[in-house]
């Protein structure tokens, strides 16, 4: 097996732990992201010629600069799942594999006879998730979906915006952030599962129920009161005060208090023990009922105070705020620096490339990123000769 130089050993709790990662784009493959950054052994397939969609998005200059953070630590085997030939290969590393994760259209590996039964009969300690738009089952299976659409689909996107304007989509696709997140404990609750029983089984992830899953808020209020949230801009009906406002020197400044000791310091802060003790605004109900009344006394004390003021009169009476950071701000912020937050990794085409570190921290066995996404293709002899993937479990 030949060994890639300049390459860290596997590192974190998932090392010994084999990843099949067949799916594209975002949220399948960023489960496996996440398994590799905690020390699993990814092989991610991809189809020949083309790879992964990921490669070829999110860049201004074109640059593949996406796939470089969505790879990182995976080895990149090509495979064109619709050919025997390469059915018979990926057969071959699933009697090897822990985990496969897939997010194809319901029913196509199926065609390929590569569904859940077919590959239980090879490998049946096979852990294998199985991420769609709209699960596997029930009349939308077959609808083609991105994280957009599960957002507006679980009304997720409803409640994003202000009243009188479109509902808002985050300009990252959080659909499959939300379904990434929740697909990687999945596979973790699974795999400890088997640990037990010595038996795989198939998870059916939608993405939009991972995102209606967020929604637990908006669900109760329905049933119990038939009461529809919708957008409410900076603020919410739950909890005041809450809101964005912008300072006197143009930054945008968010305040939250979501207790009462907190909201009580906020209110004195900004306008004595009176406005504190002032029956509109003494408990977090009243709040909300008064907050259009609130909102605009908080608004103008934001407004008539710098960036700099507000920054000390908030931290020496201990209340929640922040800026509103965008990523130049994050690179510059010395918090994310001590945390190492953002860490450096070296790439063969760009050199010295920063991005989001391994999180969370484990203690003891921390995770690390050991390369960035590397070359379609790149890693076929690696794994296909590493003895790893070449015994049953």
Known sequence: MVVKADRPPAAGPLVGVRVLDIGQLVAGPMIGTLLADWGADVVKVEQPGIGDPIRKLGSHSGAPLWWKVNGRGKRSVALDLRRDDDRDVLRRLVRSADVLVENFTPGT????????PALREINPALVMLRVSGFGQTGPNRGHRAFGRIAQSFSGFSSINGFADRPPVHPGIPVGDYFGAMLGTAAVLAAYSERLRSGEGQEIDLALYEACFRVMELMTA????????????GTSNTYVSPVGTWQTADGKWFSLTASTQPVAERLLETVGGRELAVDPRFATNSARVAHRHELEPILAGWVGAHTSE????????NDVA???????????ADPHYAARG?????QDPQYGPM????????????????????????????????????????
């Not at 209020?221 to 409410?232: F, H, N, P, S």
């Not at 003021?309 to 020496?316: A, F, G, M, R």
């Not at 705020?321 to 690179?331: G, N």
């Open 109 to 116: 590996l199926e065609r390929w006879q590569l569904g859940y």
């Open 221 to 232: 209020t329905y049933d119990q009161e038939g009461v529809v949230i919708g957008r409410e």
């Open 309 to 316: 003021e507000l920054t000390k009169i908030c931290d020496e």
């Open 321 to 331: 705020y922040c800026f509103e950071y965008d990523i130049a701000d994050i690179f």
């Open 341 to 345: 937050a953002i860490e450096t990794v």
């Open 354 to 393: 920063r991005m989001s570190g391994v999180v969370p921290r484990f203690g003891r066995t921390p995770g690390v990123i050991r390369w960035t996404g590397e070359e379609l293709d790149a890693s076929r002899d690696d794994v296909l000769d590493d003895p790893a993937w070449n015994a049953a479990p």
